[in-house]
């Protein structure tokens, strides 16, 4: 059975940095892309990041593009959102995923299958 256990959210204020954890349990990590993707209050989840399964392409959504950066490590089955240069808009709770078994590509939203329960991000002064 596949877990993913987000940790590393905060409130940090603007121009700071935090560094998201996604670990996964039950699998193992490298037969999955995973994604990482964000909510916040009243909007729609959205995708924010994500790394393949073979870990050659990273993408980002052009709102944290140049601050934020995605990384595996396979040895340790768990999957960083490195974040800096924060702004109050990427307040919102954060949740790794993961779609089906061996795919490489990085699918649209609704193929994940597979949600960790989130950790808050809130970007104040």
């Known amino acids: 059975q596949v877990q993913l256990v987000e940790s590393g959210g905060g409130l940090v204020q603007p121009g700071g940095s935090l560094r998201l954890s996604c670990a996964l349990s039950?699998?193992?990590?490298?037969?999955?892309?995973i994604g990482w993707f964000r909510q916040a209050p009243g909007r729609e989840r959205e995708g924010v990041s994500c790394?393949?399964?073979?870990?050659?392409?990273?993408t980002y959504t052009d709102s944290v593009k140049g601050r934020f950066t995605i990384s595996r490590d396979n040895a340790k089955n768990t999957v960083y959102l490195q974040m800096n240069s924060l702004k109050p808009e990427d307040t919102g709770v954060y949740y790794c995923?993961?779609?089906?078994?061996?795919?490489?590509?990085?699918?649209?939203?609704?193929?994940?299958?597979?949600w960790g329960q989130g950790t808050q991000v809130t970007v104040s002064s």
């Open positions: 995923a993961v779609p089906p078994y061996n795919i490489e590509y990085c699918p649209s939203r609704e193929l994940y299958t597979n």
């Open positions: 039950g699998v193992t990590l490298d037969y999955y892309a």
């Open positions: 790394i393949t399964l073979s870990g050659r392409i990273r």
